[in-house]
C-alpha cells in the first residue's frame, strides 16, 4: 500500500506546518483545500505576529487572520484609519506602530473609543506625532497594558505620565527614550509620589529613561522609594544624574540590570555607593563614564562581584585595574573592555587565568595588545563571542 503525505491526519499536518516560517505557511494554504484546513490550525500560527502594510480595504484580512488565532499585529505602514485595525481584531493582544509618522493623537482618539481588555502591549516607538491627549485615551481604555514603547515620541510631558500612572497600573515595562520634556515630576508621578493624584506604575519591572536629559538624582530617589519592583533600569545618556544619586539605587534588591552608559557625572565615587549597598546586580554599563578608573574595579571586586555581564568600554581602566578584579568575579560571562587602550597582553593574561567562565569578551580598539595576548584569550574554554575590531598584528608579529 503506497503512503502519501495526503494520507496523514490534519493534526499531523498541522504540526509539520507549524515548523514553517510564516511565508511558507502562507504558501501550503494555497495547495489544496485539505493543507488550507490544517495550516488554517491555530497551532501553527501560536506567537505569530503579522506583519501588514494598510494600504486598502481587504474584507478578507482581519476575518483570516482571526481564524487563524492571529492576535499580535505590527503595522508597516499606515494609511487607512486605525480603526480599522481595531475593529477588524477586537481581541488584539498586540500592536506595534512603531516608525507610523503620520499617526495622530486624532487617529488614535477614532480608533481607541471603548476598552479593549485583550491588549497587553503597545508599541508607539517614533510615532511623533503622539502627545498626551493620546496617553489619555490609552491609560482611560486599556487598562491591563503591560507593555508600552513611547521611545523617540518627543512631545510627552509630565502630564502624559500623570496620565500614565492614573490609569496603567498593571504595566510591567514603559520606554521613555528621548522622550525630552521628562523631568523628576513625571518620574515621580509614575512611582507613586502624587498619591492624591495618580496611584503609580507600582508593578513596573523594566523602565528606559534613556536620554532623558531634564532628569536628576531626585528621580532616582523616586525610583527606589516607589518602584520597588524594577528589575531593569537603563539611564543611559542621562548627564543630569551624579554619584549621589547611586546611594539612592544601591538599596533596590529587586534590581538585576543597570545601564549607566555615557552617564558622564559617574566616576569611582558612585560606583563605590552602588557597591556598598545591598544589590545583587547581575548586569552592569558604565561604558563611555571617563571617570571611571581602576579604583572602581576595585569596588565593583568587593561588593558586586555576582555581576555576570560587565561594559567598560573606553573607561581610563589599565592592567592594574583588571588584577584589583578578576579574583573575585567567578560569575562573569561577559566582559566588554573595548576602546580601553591602556590594557596590554598583561591584562589579557589575567583575565584568561581567572574569568574561565567567560563566554563573550569585546577587544574592539584595545591597540596595545598584540598576538601573545589574543591566544591567551582564545584558550578561554567557554568562549564564543570575541569582537577584535581596529586589532592589527605589527609586522613583527606577522614574521612569527
Not at 513596573?204 to 520597588?228: A, F, M, N, P, V
Not at 559617574?266 to 555607593?273: A, F, L, P, R
Amino acid at each position: 500500500m503506497e503512503t502519501h503525505i495526503s494520507c496523514l491526519f490534519p493534526e499531523i499536518l498541522a504540526m509539520i506546518f507549524s515548523y514553517l516560517d510564516v511565508r511558507d505557511q502562507g504558501r501550503v494554504a494555497q495547495v489544496c483545500t485539505a493543507w488550507r484546513d490544517a495550516s488554517y490550525h491555530k497551532s501553527v500560527w501560536r506567537g505569530v505576529e503579522a506583519k501588514l502594510h494598510l494600504r486598502r480595504a481587504n474584507p478578507s484580512l482581519f476575518p483570516s487572520l482571526q481564524a487563524r488565532g492571529i492576535r499580535r499585529v505590527q503595522i508597516l505602514s499606515l494609511r487607512r484609519s486605525l480603526s480599522y485595525v481595531i475593529q477588524g481584531m477586537p481581541n488584539i493582544e498586540s500592536l506595534n506602530l512603531s516608525g507610523c509618522y503620520n499617526l495622530t493623537d486624532n487617529g488614535l482618539g477614532h480608533a481607541f473609543v471603548q476598552e479593549i481588555p485583550s491588549l497587553r502591549v503597545l508599541n508607539l516607538s517614533l510615532c511623533k506625532q503622539i502627545t498626551d491627549s493620546s496617553l489619555g485615551r490609552i491609560a482611560q481604555y486599556l487598562k491591563n497594558l503591560e507593555v508600552l514603547e513611547l521611545g523617540g515620541c518627543s512631545n510627552i510631558t509630565n502630564t502624559g505620565l500623570l496620565l500614565i500612572a492614573w490609569g496603567l497600573h498593571r504595566l510591567k515595562s514603559l520606554n521613555l527614550r528621548s522622550c525630552r520634556h521628562v523631568s523628576d515630576v513625571g518620574i515621580g508621578h509614575l512611582a507613586g509620589m502624587t498619591r492624591s493624584a495618580a496611584e503609580g506604575c507600582l508593578s513596573l519591572e523594566y523602565l528606559t529613561l534613556q536620554d532623558c536629559q531634564k532628569l536628576t538624582d531626585l528621580s532616582l530617589k523616586h525610583i527606589s522609594k516607589g518602584l520597588t519592583k524594577l528589575k531593569v533600569l537603563n539611564l543611559s545618556f542621562c548627564g543630569g544624574i551624579s554619584d549621589a544619586g547611586m546611594i539612592h539605587l544601591s538599596h533596590m534588591t529587586s534590581l538585576w540590570s543597570l545601564n549607566l552608559r555615557s552617564c558622564d557625572n559617574i566616576s569611582d565615587t558612585g560606583i563605590m555607593h552602588l557597591a556598598m549597598g545591598t544589590l545583587r546586580l547581575s548586569g552592569l554599563d558604565v561604558s563611555f563614564c571617563d571617570k571611571i578608573g581602576d579604583q572602581s574595579l576595585a569596588y565593583i571586586a568587593q561588593g558586586l562581584y555576582q555581576l555576570k555581564s560587565l561594559s567598560l568600554c573606553s573607561c581610563h581602566i589599565s592592567d592594574d585595574g583588571i588584577n584589583r578584579m578578576v579574583r573575585q568575579m567567578h560569575e562573569l560571562r561577559t566582559l566588554n573592555i573595548g576602546q580601553c587602550v591602556r590594557i596590554t597582553d598583561k591584562g589579557l593574561g589575567l583575565i584568561a587565568d581567572h574569568l574561565t567562565q567567560l563566554t563573550g569578551i569585546d577587544l574592539y580598539g584595545c591597540t596595545k595588545i598584540t598576538k601573545r595576548g589574543l591566544e591567551r584569550i582564545t584558550q578561554l574554554p567557554c568562549l564564543k563571542v570575541l569582537n577584535l575590531g581596529l586589532w592589527q598584528m605589527t609586522e613583527s608579529e606577522k614574521v612569527r
